[in-house]
């Protein structure tokens, strides 16, 4: 068996690893030790590269923003914001025929641009929406799945942790991946919205309102938001000013936060602890996938498969957009049973020298910048994919009166949207690109 054959048989095995529940940082890691030995024919070479791969990985400066985001999540959930968020929303749009589900899309992506996580976006929503959509008169299915819809839109609007990875793997610039995701996200969120008008009017019995609520409490709901926009704004305003850079501008998020939940009352000594442990936990997990990546793309780097791929899918002459679009199906495949990061990591050694190998017109930078943002795009698309999208789980966890059938059902919708978004991205890499060129 040559090195090209090795390295293909390493996914099934990878993926046989993750289903019977072995870690998937830890599944990598045994596939790319396994296979570097089956290479070198020795372990001593792989004890060496172990501890190169180690050092080279966790010196990367650019990755110490990642526990810096996640701990602002962490302070923006204690102090309310997402409460904030969700209230300010409510009283303006909730007497509306879906107008409650609305407002959760809005304080989602509210609160998606101070938290850099999906999942963490879907749970935190969760236990403040799923009580009001529940007294305003919403059936379970479309309450979870607005949810769990709204969930992805933590990772679609910048910061995004994801999207760090992918600068660190591609080599690309964080600031300019950030600012071209800004717009995919505000159509998501817009899609999402649009789903739940049209909904309303084809199942007007699934979904309730709220009496509307006096002017004055409209306003005092609005001006409790405003940590949320200074923070937004000088968090990113920062950045693309080139006040600071991304890191900075996640630890100046990261202080403010802290200060807004402290004023609240939602930070003291002991949930400070909690938040701390959380970000380290969080943090731990995630490097142990990113350690497990490293190891195995080593092993796939000396296999020369990312090279052989790129090679033969140039040489078979079809079209690149066709190309294109296999790959983003086979990440939503993929997203049915993966974690985002995972599935970037996995993949994009594989994936990018294809996609760079092709032409889409487009200079290499912009090219990298379009193909990270797809990708981010529907690697989330997976996680509200039937019949094993995370963020279901999660909003279906914290509303265990509501059939996960249900949510299945409502959900289709949402799914069809993200999909619509994303053959648009893909004819039209300018709706992307275009921040950028300014």
């Known amino acids: ?255 403010g936060t802290g200060i807004a939940a402290w004023l609240n009352g939602g930070l003291n000594r002991q949930t400070l602890s909690s938040a701390l442990l959380g970000t380290a936990v969080a943090t731990a997990m995630i490097f142990m996938i990113v350690l497990g990546a490293s190891v195995y793309n080593t092993f796939l780097a000396l296999s020369q498969l990312p090279q052989e791929a790129a090679a033969a899918v140039a040489s078979w002459g079809v079209s690149p957009l066709l190309v294109m679009t296999a790959i983003l199906v086979l990440y939503v495949i993929l997203g049915c049973f993966m974690d985002s990061l995972s599935m970037i990591l996995l993949t994009i050694p594989v994936f990018f020298p294809i996609v760079s190998g092709l032409d889409f017109g487009l200079p290499p930078d912009e090219l990298a910048i379009w193909f990270g943002i797809l990708v981010l795009i529907v690697v989330e698309v997976g996680l509200i994919t039937p019949p094993v999208g995370m963020n279901l789980f999660v909003i279906n966890s914290l509303a265990r009166d509501t059939p996960i059938t249900q949510t299945y059902r409502a959900i289709m919708p949402f799914v069809f949207s993200d999909l619509l978004r994303t053959a648009l991205l893909v004819a039209f890499p300018s709706i992307t690109l275009f921040v950028l060129r300014f």
């Open 1 to 255: 068996m040559n090195s090209i054959e090795l390295a293909l048989w390493s996914f099934p095995v990878l993926l046989i690893l993750i289903f019977v529940r072995i870690p998937i940082g830890l599944s990598m890691m045994l596939c790319g030790l396994g296979g570097a030995y089956f290479i070198f024919g020795s372990f001593t070479p792989i004890i060496n590269q172990l501890k190169q791969v180690t050092y080279s990985t966790f010196s990367n400066y650019s990755l110490s923003v990642i526990p810096l985001f996640l701990l602002m999540g962490q302070f923006a959930a204690l102090g309310g914001l997402s409460k904030a968020l969700f209230k300010a929303a409510e009283v303006w749009i909730g007497h509306l025929k879906g107008g409650v589900a609305m407002a959760a899309i809005g304080a989602c992506a509210g609160f998606g641009s101070i938290c850099g996580s999906s999942l963490a976006t879907a749970a935190t929503m969760g236990q403040v929406a799923l009580p009001e959509l529940k007294r305003a008169g919403y059936a379970g299915g479309i309450s979870t799945a607005c949810l769990a819809a709204g969930g992805t839109l933590g990772i679609l609007i910048p910061p995004s942790v994801v999207l760090v990875i992918y600068a660190i793997l591609t080599e690309q610039n964080i600031a300019k991946l950030f600012l071209a995701a800004f717009v995919p996200g505000i159509l998501a969120a817009v899609g999402y919205v649009i789903v739940i008008a049209i909904y309303a009017r084809l199942r007007p019995h699934e979904m309730g309102s709220l009496p509307p609520a006096p002017m004055k409490e409209r306003w005092q709901a609005t001006v409790r938001v405003w940590p949320v926009l200074v923070i937004f704004l000088l968090v990113v305003g920062g950045i693309y000013g080139g006040l600071f850079t991304p890191t900075e501008g996640a630890a100046v998020g990261a202080f």
